[in-house]
Structures are given as structure tokens and as C-alpha cells.
């Protein structure tokens, strides 16, 4: 069993950056992926971008290409989505989920962390 837990959100200006963190307990099998997702209010969970555990290769949604980096400690069995640029339509809840192997489905999901950009 794998928890999530997502830290790092915030309010910030247009233009501005934060964080997030995404702290796994449990085993992280080096074949997992770890990805990151947003629900803004009336919308549907968008998928942000993912970074296999064991290479750390990175995807990303064109939304946000060239503005968030996703990276990965393994030694510290932590995620992290950097975000830069932020604007006012990156508000949303923001959740990093994993898998069991590459090319499952996210089975574990944290409890989400808000990120609000004020215009």
C-alpha cells in the first residue's frame, strides 16, 4: 500500500512560482510513474504531467510545457512539480497520483493541495 501526500500550494501573483511536493509512504516500485493532476471547480481532472520513477523521464500537457517540471528524489520517495509562469487559469486543485508499473493505471492518489493565481 502507497500514500500520497501533497504539500507546497498556495496563493501567488500571476507570474509567479511554487512547489508542490508529493511525499510517498509505502513502497515506490521503480517501475511506477508518478503523475501530477489538476480539477479546477466545474471542470474536469486534467492530466498535468508524469515522470517514471526508476529513468525519470517526463511528460507533460501542452497547457503547461516549457512553464512546470516534474522531477522525482527516490531517495527520499518524494515527487515534485515545480511551476513557473503561473497563470490565473492554473488555479486549481492539484494532485499527484501513482502506479504499480508502468503502463497501469494510477492506483493511489494523494488528497490534493490547492493552488490559486491571482490575476
Known amino acids: 500500500q502507497v500514500q500520497l501526500v501533497e504539500s507546497g500550494g498556495g496563493l501567488v501573483q500571476a507570474g509567479g512560482s511554487l512547489r508542490l511536493s508529493c511525499a510517498a509512504s509505502?513502497?515506490?516500485?521503480?517501475?511506477?510513474?508518478m503523475g501530477w493532476f489538476r480539477q479546477a471547480p466545474g471542470k474536469d481532472r486534467e492530466f498535468v504531467g508524469a515522470?517514471?520513477?526508476?529513468?525519470?523521464?517526463?511528460n507533460y500537457a501542452a497547457s503547461v510545457k516549457g512553464r512546470f517540471t516534474i522531477s522525482r528524489d527516490s531517495a527520499k520517495n518524494t515527487g515534485y512539480l515545480e511551476m513557473n509562469s503561473l497563470k490565473p487559469e492554473d488555479t486549481a486543485v492539484y494532485y499527484c497520483?501513482?502506479?504499480?508499473?508502468?503502463?497501469?493505471?494510477?492506483?493511489?492518489w494523494g488528497q490534493g493541495t490547492q493552488v490559486t493565481v491571482s490575476a
Open positions: 497520483a501513482a502506479t504499480t508499473g508502468s503502463g497501469r493505471p494510477y492506483e493511489y
Open positions: 515522470v517514471s520513477w526508476s529513468f525519470g523521464n517526463t
Open positions: 509505502g513502497r515506490i516500485f521503480s517501475s511506477s510513474v
